[in-house]
């Protein structure tokens, strides 16, 4: 701890007094459960999306993006090309669903479209699913305290853990949301520096250093390969990878209810359009730092991948570039650790201890188990967490591939409440087991790549679902209200505004500024392509 020096844990300490601070002044605005969960509804759309940004673009990014380019070259940008369109789909058609209920939690979709067990049920899945992804960014930023700090990995998981904690418990969602906002400001200056700084230190001029990890293979973005055992090809990209992620974005209470904070229906779709725009960019900066790094280092093999950009940081010496890296990885995993700790409280304690415990609790007694949940889910993430130090393969692959188990369950649960008109809540009990069976078999006995779960997951539940629907209860001769044809009719049966602001609230309208994000997606791939071709 002695070489990190006095300027170092100064910026690091401002850093993290600052959060606890905004924590506490934010807290003071928190006296409902309304409040915790959606913060008023007072938060601008800017600040949302950034947060929603940061949330995602986690320390499992900083760390593990560069880490696995490191290893398999440009071609996991093809992974992360899909926003645009999964953002496309999410506000065209999940998000209405959500923000015209006014509910907190997106599960009570479940109970109104099939019943009480197909909540309870999708409900425990995410909670399960985000305990594993909390651990995972956990883990990720003890890393970063050990490398620079010295600090053991246990212990720094412990500390991370209580300062993450003791803000989201204090100001709730709003208090997310805006350390969000300076934690993601932070991770980009700390990422550009170590580019530029990067560029600086290289032997050869960038044009002659692309020119040979291009002689090496490791600048090609698209592979279409055909080669289901292949993780980064093109079609896992485009197709595998983008249905992942619009359950990631669709179906994830921890990304869906910043939005749900929004003023409007306009205010969410543009907090998510943020990130359709801004996700290339920002992966392009991370994957493109990992195959520089691969020619800076002449591919030397480290103890763990995930320390690369942590080494050359401490290589580079620069004062006070550890501190701000420290603090940018914290910035980045607290980002997401507290949207967890939050999100998860708010699914335990509406869709559990409301549901089951206490039907009839205040405002003001849920605000307190919130508060209490917000504790438990804290202390229950640190066992993974721990577990996950032996691991040393980029965390960014070891998320994507757990996380990949069980986004196949979330969207076919969805997919059939959305557009079937015969799924009932017994087939999607069913439907949803077999899925799992399907994935496990694939993992476990084949060598499919792991992007492609989640589409075969959700392909087994949709069409048990509606096998099993039919044979159990019977065929349906009318679309539920809470189908995509089904809100269609309401709203027009009804004579409401099928509008607000310009935006759409009817699920399967597409807005007229959505189309853009369709045409961004078209423009990446062809620059992508270009890249591939020209350099």
């Keep these: 701890m002695d070489n990190f020096g006095t300027l170092n844990w100064s ?9 606890l601070l905004l924590g506490f002044y934010l807290s ?40 696995w380019a490191y290893t398999d070259g440009f071609s996991v940008i093809a992974l992360h090309a899909n926003y645009p369109l999964v953002i496309f789909v999410v506000i065209s058609l999940f998000l209405p669903f959500f923000y015209n209920s006014g509910v907190a939690s ?4 479940q109970e109104r479209r099939f019943g009480p067990r197909a909540r309870a049920l999708i409900s425990g899945i995410w909670l399960v699913s985000q305990t594993m992804t909390s651990a995972a960014i956990l883990y990720a930023t ?14 720094a998981i412990i500390i991370v853990t209580i300062i993450a904690l003791i803000y989201t418990a204090l100001g709730g969602i709003t208090a997310v949301i805006w350390t969000d906002v300076a934690q993601a400001a932070i991770l980009l200056v700390g990422a550009i520096i170590i580019l530029f700084a990067l560029i600086d230190r290289m032997p050869t001029s960038i044009g002659d250093t692309l020119v040979a990890l291009k002689a090496e293979g490791k600048l090609n973005p698209l592979e279409f390969s055909f080669d289901w055992s292949h993780a980064t090809t093109a079609w896992s990209g485009i197709i595998a990878m983008t249905l992942y992620h619009i359950t990631v974005y669709g179906t994830n209470q921890m990304m869906v209810q910043r939005t749900l904070a929004s003023k409007t229906i306009g205010d969410a779709k543009k907090s998510y359009m943020m990130m359709g725009y801004s996700a290339f960019f920002i992966y392009f900066l991370f994957i493109f730092l990992g195959v520089m790094f691969y020619s800076y280092y002449e591919g030397v093999v480290f103890e763990n991948s995930n320390t690369i950009i942590l080494q050359f940081a401490n290589d580079y010496g620069l004062p006070g570039l550890m501190g701000l890296i420290a603090a940018a990885v914290m910035a980045a995993s607290m980002s997401s650790l507290d949207s967890a700790f939050n999100s998860m409280s708010t699914v335990a304690t509406i869709d559990f201890y409301q549901k089951y415990v206490k039907k009839d ?25 721990i577990m996950l130090t032996g691991s040393t393969g980029s965390i960014l692959q070891i998320l ?25 809540e017994k087939g999607v009990l069913v439907g949803t087991l077999v899925g799992f069976i399907i994935v496990w078999y694939l993992a476990t006995f084949t060598d499919v790549a792991w992007p492609w779960f989640c589409a075969v997951g959700a392909a087994t539940n949709i069409f048990v679902t509606i096998i099993a629907s039919v044979l159990i209860d019977g065929k349906s001769d009318e679309y539920s209200p809470y189908t995509i044809k089904g809100q269609i009719r309401k709203f027009e049966e009804e004579g409401l505004e099928q509008k607000q602001e310009g935006w759409y609230l009817v699920p399967g309208k597409i807005d007229k500024a959505s189309y853009g994000l369709i045409v961004f997606f078209v423009a990446t791939m062809l620059f992508l392509f270009l890249f591939q071709t020209l350099v």
């Design 11 to 19: 910026i690091l300490v401002v850093f993290i007094l600052g959060n």
């Design 28 to 67: 003071k605005r928190i006296s409902t459960a309304d409040d915790f969960y959606l913060g008023n509804r007072t938060t601008p759309w800017w600040a949302i999306g950034i947060s929603v940004v940061a949330t995602y673009v986690s320390a499992l990014s900083f760390l593990g993006g560069p880490s």
């Design 106 to 109: 997106i599960y009570e979709y």
């Design 142 to 155: 003890s890393l970063v305290l050990e490398f620079i700090t010295g600090i053991d990995v246990v212990h």
């Design 361 to 385: 609790a205040t405002q003001e007694q849920m605000l307190v188990v919130s508060r209490w949940f917000t504790v438990v889910i804290a202390i229950i993430v640190i066992i993974p967490a």
């Design 400 to 424: 994507s591939s757990i996380g990949s188990y069980f986004v196949g369950a979330q969207l076919g649960m969805f997919a059939v409440g959305f557009f079937s008109k015969q799924a009932t």
